[in-house]
């Protein structure tokens, strides 16, 4: 699918990011981070001019996947960061908020910043706490 994606934007461009940033989704699903890196941060720099929006948030985290993917470790975290700044933000209780920072917090343990690491687990677990229990089939 991302072969479908770069064709369209060789034939056709690209003025608002979406189809760099569909080719990098696409690619971050096949595990070709590489790719991915340079369709999501071409995509970021082209949404950030574009005069329609896209959802910033799911931009920006997916540019920090693809670069945690070739372990470009501080990109992919500044990137992930603001994502978590865009949604809470705009949906401070949203489960997927709660989700990606519990996702950062992991990657803080792994590089042993336990103290921001707590913290944002437990940004995570306050959100978390708050989500009802799904009834009971």
Do not use: W
């Not at 070739?70 to 603001?82: H, Q």
């Not at 705009?90 to 910043?113: F, H, K, M, Q, R």
């Amino acid at each position: 699918a991302a072969e479908l994606y770069e064709r369209a934007i060789n034939d056709f461009g690209d003025v608002d990011g979406k189809n760099n940033f569909h080719a990098g989704f696409c690619s971050i699903a096949a595990e070709n981070f590489t790719k991915a890196v340079l369709f999501e941060d071409r995509a970021i720099k082209l949404a950030e001019i574009a005069a329609e929006k896209m959802d910033m948030a799911r931009l920006y985290n997916d540019a920090g996947v693809a670069h945690l993917g070739i372990g470009d470790v501080g990109t992919g975290i500044d990137y992930l960061e603001k994502a978590i700044q865009i949604l809470t933000l705009n949906t401070p209780e949203d489960p997927n908020v709660a989700n990606v920072l519990a996702n950062v917090s992991n990657i803080y343990i792994d590089l042993g910043d336990y103290d921001r690491a707590i913290n944002l687990a437990e940004q995570a677990v306050k959100i978390f706490e708050k989500i009802p229990p799904a009834a009971p089939k």
